[in-house]
């Protein structure tokens, strides 16, 4: 019940904060925006957040090698992002590989 209402609550927030933002800036302003919007800088976007995925997964990689343990690339690389979407408040990346594994 706490959750749900927080759910809605941040939603309702968040749709909130959303319309102000439309009504103070304009949607003219927006879609404007939008059209100028180069496909090279959304390229460049797009290839640094995959440097950036492949430095983690790397890192996360040393770690484990380093404690002596070893995953597989396939394994590591799936779970590895799952595990950044879990546990990326604390940095613990293979934290939830490590809890599914290791039972």
């Known amino acids: 019940m706490k959750k749900t209402l927080l759910f809605i609550l941040s939603t ?3 749709v909130a904060l959303f319309i ?3 009504h103070r800036i304009g949607i003219h302003e927006i ?4 059209r100028s919007f180069s496909w090279a800088t959304l390229a460049l ?22 404690q002596g343990d070893t995953v597989p690339g396939s394994v590591r690389r799936r779970r590895t992002r ?6 990326k408040g604390n940095g613990c990346a ?10």
Not at 31 to 34: D, H, S, V
Not at 82 to 87: A, D, L, P, S, Y
């Open 12 to 14: 309702l927030m968040g």
């Open 82 to 87: 799952t595990g950044i979407r879990i546990k």
């Open 31 to 34: 879609l404007e925006t939008l």
């Open 45 to 66: 976007i797009m290839l640094v957040g995959f440097l950036q995925l492949t430095v983690v997964l790397y890192r996360w990689q040393m770690v484990l090698r380093a």
């Open 20 to 22: 102000g933002v439309l």
């Open 94 to 103: 293979i934290y939830a590989w490590a809890c599914r594994y290791h039972r």
